[in-house]
């Protein structure tokens, strides 16, 4: 019988443990249960995302939650989408204080990294002055950079810009022929492309034209 009260207290204290954690829970749901944890991008996704030029948004549309994710796999893992949307974002101050020049060395180093849509930025931000002084010839070598590895964006500007007159004409082949045989899904973009490869034809000659519509097996 004399152990009975002990049996006693340690039922108490059980009781009063689990009282306690449910407690806990229960204030934990009420302060933490409605917020969304946001989950950082997979490289596909950010990749696709940057491809369409959305980076920036859903950056924005998560409400800055992820800056300090997005600064480590910029900084420390180095990741190379990760690094030029750190530049974009210090770029054009989206979730920091902004630092065109900072950004701008990011990008190029995702660039030098080899991420395409990277180097076709460069490419556009030189064509047009933005963000740096303008510079035609600097901007047509990254066009051609991300245009001869297959992305189109870059392809596009290429050949408008050697229609404007712009590089050289050694380059004709080569552009028009990663342009030609590149597959466009959307109509509008496509008739854009036939129509610029029909102009920088009409500056080739019958031989490299015929050579350059020949698809590599």
């Known amino acids: 019988m004399r152990y009975r009260p002990i049996v006693l207290m340690l039922m108490f204290a059980y009781c009063s443990s689990l009282l306690a954690s449910n407690s806990i829970a229960s204030i934990y749901n009420d302060y933490y249960g409605n917020y969304e944890v946001v989950q950082l991008y997979t490289q596909d996704e950010l990749n696709t995302l940057i491809n369409k030029n959305k980076h920036l948004q859903r950056v ?9 994710d997005i600064q480590a796999h910029a900084l420390k893992i180095k990741e190379p989408s990760y690094v030029f949307l750190w530049g974009d974002m210090l770029a054009w101050g989206v979730c920091v204080d902004r630092d ?5 060395h990011y990008i190029k180093e995702s660039a030098k990294q080899g991420l395409l849509p990277a180097i076709e930025q460069l490419g556009r931000y030189y064509e047009k002055g933005i963000l740096v002084h303008q510079n035609k010839e600097r901007a047509i070598i990254y ?3 991300a245009a001869l590895q297959g992305f189109l964006n870059a392809q596009i500007n290429y050949v408008q810009m050697l229609n404007q007159g712009y590089g050289s004409p050694l380059d004709y082949e080569q552009a028009y022929s990663a342009l030609f045989h590149s597959v466009i899904s959307d109509k509008k973009t496509q008739q854009k492309a036939t129509k610029l490869l029909s102009l920088l034809a009409n500056k080739m000659p019958e031989n490299i034209l015929k050579r350059a519509r020949v698809e590599a097996i």
Not at 100 to 104: E, K
């Open 100 to 104: 065109a020049s900072l950004g701008i």
């Open 60 to 68: 924005r549309k998560d409400e800055c939650q992820l800056v300090e």
């Open 143 to 145: 066009y051609r950079e």
